[in-house]
């Protein structure tokens, strides 16, 4: 993992409102180690005074699996109040992490169809990655998410955090047994708000054309 640091933005300095990064838990698998990946993230992100999260979790707000034809919005009412629950709070994040384990060498079904529900409320938008899972750590999901969130014309962070052996990477109070894991985040979620501040100032200057 990469050991550069960009230092955190104080945007309450800069008379800027919060950055609002969407943590997207990907797992709906049942007695999934998901939840404590997130509420761990999620912890990070509540210590910082320039970023505020809102948890977007799959399992509790799922989306259709049934797509409409290519082209057409979705007509079915438990469809548009399913996506009603998700997509407005998509649209309105500056940044994402997204926390995926790793099934098969991939990610699970349940993120890829949250991202095929949407297009523009990824675009031009960063995104970092928490990922767990066995010997990899989650890494081939990440790879394959990266490839995935590029062609949405998001930009995705270079470093990330990934778990190894995730049953034993946490204790009982939820915290991380290696504090190397906590470095790691932090240094994820500074170039994130590089990146989100950015972003953010450059699709207010001019909006994004795909």
Not at 13 to 37: C, D, N, P
Request: glycine share 10%; hydrophobic share 45%.
């Amino acid at each position: 993992m990469c050991t550069l640091y960009f230092a955190g933005y104080d945007v309450h300095t800069q008379g800027v409102s919060m950055l609002k990064v969407a943590v997207i838990v990907g797992s709906t698998r049942e007695g999934r180690f998901g939840g404590t990946v997130a509420a761990w993230i999620e912890r990070h992100l509540a210590k910082r005074d320039d970023m505020e999260a809102d948890v977007v979790d799959l399992a509790t707000t799922p989306l259709p699996t049934v797509l409409p034809e290519f082209g057409k919005p979705p007509s079915d009412p438990e469809a548009l109040s399913q996506l009603a629950a998700v997509s407005p709070r998509l649209a309105a994040a500056d940044a994402f992490v997204v926390v995926t384990p790793e099934y098969n060498r991939s990610f699970p079904a349940s993120l890829k169809n949250a991202i095929d529900w949407h297009n523009q409320e990824w675009h031009a938008k960063p995104i970092g990655f928490v990922s767990y899972g066995g010997f990899s750590g989650g890494t081939r999901a990440v790879e394959q998410l990266r490839l995935v969130f590029g062609e949405l014309h998001a930009v995705t962070i270079r470093d990330g955090v990934g778990f190894n052996g995730v049953w034993g990477a946490f204790g009982p109070d939820g915290e991380v047994t290696d504090p190397s894991s906590d470095a790691a985040a932090t240094k994820m979620l500074d170039q994130l708000a590089w990146w989100a501040e950015t972003l953010r100032e450059a699709r207010a200057a001019r909006p994004y054309a795909a």
